[in-house]
């Protein structure tokens, strides 16, 4: 069986494990915590990028799959709980580590955040393993490309100047392309000139030459 639509969620779960990658990265190296502060956006950011994924996915995928394939995705449901519970902390304690400054807290943000990373990539691993196969054999390419609108189409219009840029700027050189387009064909009415204008503020001018080859509208 080829793989089907459900795999676009790659660039999504790609993005993630980008940016958990950094954002450990940079706590585990902070030697003070006010060291820290320049993180805490990026933190902020991702919350509500994984809030808005898992959200989708609890609404709009699990539900669907259920269906047809009973008693799988409950296990997922509680990962996402136990997920937002942690980030919260985390971004409780950064916030207090710039605040305060005390050590204890950066020592508690250090433990969290490998805690946090390694079970979010294990929870994506999982599903890409185990629940993406059985949706490729339970829906046809149509309903699977529903089943991503649907995700998507949790994300407030607001919202999606923020998620759309961030995926793409956090996937490999060779995936950026092909999200972009995968992207444009499935939510081309999200593409506002604002957003548009924002792509391109965030790419040099090479990667926007390519990805306007790729989609010329873009350019309108």
Request: glycine share 2%.
């Amino acid at each position: 069986m080829r793989p089907g639509p459900i795999r676009l969620t790659r660039f999504f779960h790609e993005a993630l494990r980008f940016e958990l990658a950094y954002l450990e990265r940079e706590i585990l190296a902070a030697e003070l915590p006010t060291e820290v502060e320049h993180v805490q956006e990026r933190m902020h950011t991702f919350t509500r990028v994984l809030l808005w994924h898992a959200i989708g996915e609890d609404e709009e995928f699990f539900p669907a799959l259920e269906e047809k394939v009973p008693n799988v995705t409950l296990p997922y449901c509680f990962d996402h709980e136990y997920e937002s519970s942690r980030f919260h902390t985390l971004d409780v304690l950064a916030d207090q580590c710039v605040a305060e400054g005390h050590p204890h807290d950066l020592i508690e943000l250090k433990r969290e955040i490998s805690i946090v990373r390694h079970y979010i990539v294990a929870h994506m691993e999982k599903e890409e393993i185990h629940l993406w196969p059985l949706t490729e054999e339970n829906f046809s390419e149509s309903e699977q490309q529903e089943l991503i609108q649907g995700m998507m189409g949790v994300v407030p219009r607001s919202g999606i100047i923020t998620v759309v840029p961030w995926v793409l700027t956090r996937v490999s050189d060779d995936s950026v392309i092909e999200c972009l387009r995968s992207l444009y064909t499935l939510f081309e009415d999200y593409f506002s000139l604002d957003l548009k204008q924002i792509i391109k503020s965030l790419v040099d001018e090479e990667r926007w030459t390519q990805m306007i080859e790729a989609i010329p509208d873009l350019t309108e």
